[in-house]
Structure formats: structure tokens, C-alpha cells
């Protein structure tokens, strides 16, 4: 008898390991057998290939995303009385960091459209103890870093950028994370650039600040291990580094390859009583997530998994909706977006075929309805 195919995921980093095996084995034979284990070269090596390929005078590597956030918080004094703009769409991470930086998140909603900050909400948010923004360009698409740029130069406000879910996504061709004083970057092993395991990193121009970042993920110590200041330990792995070093090789191609299954997507999902991803014009959207909207989501979500295909929901809740966040925020786009949006197999792995039963599934659900009309 013919097994079921197996059921596909929204993401599938097991594909991608498989797909590069032989140069990551490599890249970790290479770390055990150099006796490095913290720090070192390899880690070096891939600061400087991930500064560069960001386009940033500097990458320091950090143990994961949240901590990349909290860091870059750190290293601009933001911490205990000082409040931090940002959307409560959003991985619980970016608020989790907020929080561990001992600052306190304010959250604005997000614009219906693309389910991105929305910018016409931060005159209200803004108070006197406000002292940054985190941008989070959620799943892949940019926010419209011109207007939140000069929005928070005007207020003489820290602009940190979110990019974790946005490796290779620009606004008018200038790459995400180039925008504000650091960026955050998240190498869980499903975004656009996985680890095996937790990585992340900070990026930036400034000199001082990478210094800084780079201080506080050791216990804040110098050259001669004084400590100057209370740092923690957030250290990228180098086993997880010559892995990436390996990822970033090949990062370009699978940007270009989540594009090209974006657009497919889009072709064959027109015309049904379902809301599909929109890109702005000046958008290079890196298509971390393929998120379609309905109010028919649970239904949907069901039909799928039985049809084989395992849907993501980013995310159930937001922020503001744990019990850890609850602050009385009320953000109907938001609340709304949560309970409708449904993540389609996104990654480089996925073939035409799979990308095929997940299209014939979706139509299928509606096609009763598109029959009536
Ligand atoms: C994944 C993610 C993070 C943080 O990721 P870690 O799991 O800590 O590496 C932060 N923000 C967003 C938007 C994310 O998707």
C-alpha cells in the first residue's frame, strides 16, 4: 500500500540540512577538531561575512534573537523607567527582550493592510519616558523605514530594527537593518538564515556600539576580563557560526527562491474569498512567512491538516493578549489579524509539486463557494 506523502510543514529546516549535509558536517568536524569551542575564529569569520553581507560595519554574534534585541537595548542605556514602542503583532521575542532590558513595551497597532506598525498610531503613543522603537518587519516585509526613520529623528528616538523574520528584505532597494542605529537578528534554525540550534546577532555602523554589544554579551568584561558594567553571557556558538557561514552561502539563492514561490502562490490563490500577502511598491518583502487571511482560518487550518498540509498560525496571540503583556491595550487590527491569519508552506526545500497539493487544498476548501457565485 502507497504511504500518505508526509504532512508539509510551514517550514522544514530538516530540508535544508539535508540539502547542504556534506558542507555543514564539514563545517562541524572543522570546530571539534580546532578546539575551539567558544569564541574564536570560526565565530569571527562569520561576524565579518554577516556584517558584510548586511551591509553593516559590524555583526556581533549573540546566543539568540531576543538577546540580540535586549542587547541593543543595553548598549543605549534603555532599561528600568523608559518605554519602548512597538507592536504587540509580533513574536512574543521582541516584548520578551523589552522586558529583560528592564524597559517597558507600549504597544501601537498595526496598519490593516500589510499587519505592520502601523506609523499614523505613534504620535499617541509617544511619552516622555519613550526612549526607542523596534521595528519589526514581520514576515519579511519591510516597514516604511522613511517615514519611521524621520519620524523617530524628530523625536531624537532610538531606532532599533527587528529583523528577525527579514534577512534580505529592503525598502527602496536600501536593505532592511540599515536603517536605524542596530539591528536584531534571529538565526532560529526556520528564518531565512537557520542555525542548528539558537544564534543571533547585532548589527550596526557604529564602532562604539558594536563595542559595547560585544562588552555586554560577556559579563561586560574588557581585553583583560574586568568587568565594566553588569554584561550577561550571550555568546554565539561556533559550531552554530560555521554552520551559518555555510547558510550564508547559500542565502541569496533561497531569498530568490522564497520569491519565486511567493509569486506562485499569489498567481494560483487570485480570485478566492481569501486575503493573500500585499507588497508595497517600494518593498523587497524576503517572504519569511506566506501569510493569507480569513475569517474561515480554524476551518481552513482543519481542511489543511487533513489534506496533509500543516499550517503555522503567526501568531494566536498577541503580546497584549498573555497574561505576561496584559496592560489594558486595546488594538483591534491586531486582535483581529490574530485570529485570521494562516502561514502556507514557506522555504527554499519546498518543490512545485508540494507547493501544488498545498494550492489544490486551499482551492478545494472554497471551491463550494466559488461555485455559487
Ligand atoms: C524569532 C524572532 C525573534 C527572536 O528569536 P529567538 O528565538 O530569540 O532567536 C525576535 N523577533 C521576531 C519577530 C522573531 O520572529
Redesign the pocket.
Known sequence: MKRPPKPLGFADPGARYRAYKDEVDGAIRRVLDSGYYIGGPEVEAFESAFAAWSGRAHAVGVG??????RLALMAHDIGAGDEVITVAH??V??VA?ISMAGATPRFVDVSPVHLLLDLDALDDARTTKTRAVIA?H?YGHPIDMDRLSAWCHAHDLVLIE?C??AHGATWRGQPVGSWGRAA?Y???PT?NLGALG???AVTSDDPALAARVRRLRSYGWDAQRLSHEPGINSRLDPIQAAILRVGLEHLDAEIARRRALAARYTKHLGGLPLRLPQVAPEAGHAWHLYVVRTAEREALAGHLRAAGVNPGVHYPAAAHQHPAWHDGSRLPVTERACAEVLSLPMHPALTHAEQDRVIAAVRAFFAPSEETR
Not at 539568540?64 to 534585541?69: E, F, P, S, V
Open positions: 539568540n534573537g531576543t538577546d540580540a534585541l509580533t513574536a521575542a521582541t527582550a519589526v514581520l527587528d528577525a523574520q536584531a534571529s538565526f532560529y528564518k539558537d544564534g543571533g
